[in-house]
């Protein structure tokens, strides 16, 4: 299992989203958790300026933006929102 961490613009950003995507959230970072679900949630690798930070889908809109640690063992969740957050 994959530990979770956030910071502290993940947490401002996942309470300004309504309570039914922030519903979706949970459960999508739950599934995460688990490293057999990453291909369901489509966990990629970003390109450009964010090279360094991986992505996955919440919903067709919204990613959530995360680093792995060291040892792909623990992420710390950065950010959620939809596509214009890459911008």
Known sequence: MTEVAYTKKFIKMFSALDEDLQERVVEKI???KN???HKN???HKLH???K???SFS????YRIVFQYGENKKDSILLVVGDHDMYK
């Open 58 to 61: 919440v919903d067709r809109k």
């Open 30 to 32: 739950e599934l995460f």
């Open 48 to 50: 450009g300026k964010l």
């Open 41 to 43: 949630l489509s966990v």
């Open 52 to 54: 360094n930070f991986y």
């Open 35 to 37: 490293p057999k679900n």
